[in-house]
């Protein structure tokens, strides 16, 4: 569900990073977003995929916890990490 989320200019930004019971979300900006008068629309676009991820999450009955918990995984200039999500055990 997160994949089919709208994004501006249909650039689908996100990244996510699955580790065991964790999905860690990151930003891959695209340098043809980076000027606009409003900012980083991306961002926008993070969160609504992210309401994607828990509405679904939440529909399927899974219950966990967002955390800004960077796992310092290396990532290009672009990429920029965002939160993290664990599921409860
Ligand atoms: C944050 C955001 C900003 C957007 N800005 C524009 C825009 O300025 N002009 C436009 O025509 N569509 C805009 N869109 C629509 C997207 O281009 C569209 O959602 C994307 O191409 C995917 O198509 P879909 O929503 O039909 O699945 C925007 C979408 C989002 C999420």
Known sequence: MTRLAPSAGNMQPWRAVIC??????????AKAMQNNPLGDIQKVD??????????????????GRFAVEDPGLETDGQTEYIVSYEVNR
């Open 46 to 63: 993070i969160g609504i995929a992210l309401s994607h991820f828990d509405l679904t999450l939440q529909e399927e009955g899974i219950t």
């Open 20 to 29: 065991g019971d964790k999905v860690h979300f990151y930003e891959k900006k």
